[in-house]
């Protein structure tokens, strides 16, 4: 027999309570706290996968073999790069992203290009049908990827068991339920019962699983974030719907960087990787027009060109404004207070506005020195020459900070035909000028770069 029990959990954090509190002692957010009802089991029994495997014994860490996992090539070249050179077997990766983003599009383009392995396709949102005429719309090549809509989990491992796939796809976690749970699909409970039993068959049968998540309003991963931290690797899919672009960004992954960043082009035939972002991410021609500075940023082991375009005009109102898009709102406060402090530059009555083209957001403190110089070619009404690019982080004092791998910086730009590069002095220690055929101008303060820029 089982009986019933009520609790209420933290929507945020996963925290349970056996009464209602305003003030998560957890995490600290206030109301957040739901009633889920429960069914606790008499013994002490959890969902199976089906798949019988011995249990585990200590073992002497120095006698563990640590010989590198063989990935599972997915044959796109952008996601193989975010899950650090491919799909590492008994993996769990979760992919987010908001309603219509291109989640499911992605996750089934990849599957239809990997016909040599056995797939196994859980839809619980999706009928089939839809499913096949996505698929007709990506690829002409017809796969055997088996599909299957269920929503029960424990329907999902017999049909596991009786396929024995090479990866599981489960689209998605928000729509599977455990019979050993009385509470909705979707609740709490259900979400992180059923992760944690897909993560132990992922583990026992060193199967690949993705798994597909909703993003809440704030912009993380629907559910408690428990779910987080029981998969291995957790990419958000991001974008505005308003543009082409798409990004897919590494927010955990316990078997590569976190930092890497990859880029797709949403098309009517599915997402085109963008093997070099910098030629779209420019303007065609921007010559002439205030406002305008090209950064060289970084986003994991990838250089790329990218437009800083700032406006600056009088305040109209009695609070000036601030906004950026792309950029962090309070570091912009701090370079304009940078300006006024260090270089004399008066913007307190100006409205000011940001904006990184292409809708990336950038996280590089490198474009520290584009940003600044776009906002006073819009102050002055100043264009900066068409063939100039930079690099470089702004200090509270003024200064022109070294930033790191500026080689690979300077060849991004000499790539796309740049002529000169402004960069921090202490960089050109330790760099090769003569293979370099781009002209270099190293600057130490801010007053410096101006002067290079403006004359």
């Not at 055997?144 to 068991?161: A, P």
Request: charge should be neutral.
């Amino acid at each position: 027999m089982a009986k019933e029990k009520t609790v209420y959990v933290c929507t945020n954090c996963g925290q349970d309570s056996p009464k209602w509190v305003g003030k998560c002692p957890s995490c600290g957010e206030w109301n957040t706290y739901v009633e889920e009802i429960v069914r606790k089991e008499t013994v002490n029994k959890r969902p199976v996968s089906g798949i019988k495997t011995e249990k585990p014994k200590p073992i002497i860490l120095s006698e563990i073999e640590a010989d590198d996992e063989p990935r599972i090539n997915l044959h796109d070249e952008e996601l193989n790069r975010v899950l650090g050179g491919g799909l590492v077997p008994g993996s769990l990766v979760l992919i987010g992203g908001e309603p219509g983003i291109g989640k499911s599009t992605l996750v089934l383009q990849t599957v239809l290009h990997i016909p040599e392995k056995r797939v196994l396709y859980v839809s619980g949102e999706e009928s089939a049908r839809q499913l096949k005429l996505r698929a007709d719309r990506l690829s002409q090549n017809p796969t055997d990827c088996l599909i299957v809509c269920e929503t029960s989990l424990e329907q999902i491992f017999v049909h596991i068991k009786n396929t024995r796939p090479d990866l599981v796809i489960i689209d998605s976690i928000q729509t599977i339920s455990t019979e050993s749970i009385e509470s909705s699909p979707g609740s709490i409970a259900q979400v992180r019962e059923c992760s944690a039993s897909i993560l132990r068959f992922a583990k026992e049968t060193h199967t690949p699983v993705l798994l597909i998540g909703h993003i809440n309003k704030e912009g993380s991963i629907a559910g408690p974030k428990v779910l987080e931290h029981i998969v291995d690797t957790v990419l958000q899919f991001e974008g505005d719907q308003h543009y082409m672009y798409r990004i897919l960004r590494s927010i955990k992954n316990r078997f590569g960087s976190t930092a890497e960043l990859g880029i797709y082009e949403m098309r009517q035939d599915g997402l085109r990787q963008v093997s070099n972002p910098s030629e779209l991410l420019l303007s065609q021609d921007h010559e002439g027009m205030s406002g305008i500075a090209i950064a060289s940023a970084i986003e994991g082991i990838r250089p790329f060109l990218i437009e800083t375009q700032a406006l600056v005009s009088s305040a109209v109102y009695g609070n000036p404004q601030r906004s950026a898009t792309g950029f962090d709102l309070r570091r912009m406060n701090m370079l304009l207070a940078v300006l006024e402090k260090r270089v004399g530059f008066k913007l307190a009555q100006k409205d000011v506005f940001l904006n990184i083209a292409g809708g990336l957001k950038v996280n590089d403190p490198a474009i520290d020195l584009a940003v600044i110089s776009a906002i006073l070619s819009s102050n002055m009404d100043t264009a900066i020459e068409q063939e100039v690019c930079m690099a470089g982080e702004i200090g509270l004092s003024g200064e022109i900070r070294p930033v790191n791998r500026i080689e690979q910086r300077i060849g991004e730009a000499e790539k796309l035909g740049f002529k000169r590069f402004v960069l921090p002095k202490y960089n050109l220690q330790g760099i090769d000028t003569k293979k370099i055929k781009i002209e270099l101008i190293p600057v130490r303060k801010v007053e410096e770069a101006f002067r290079a820029l403006f004359g």
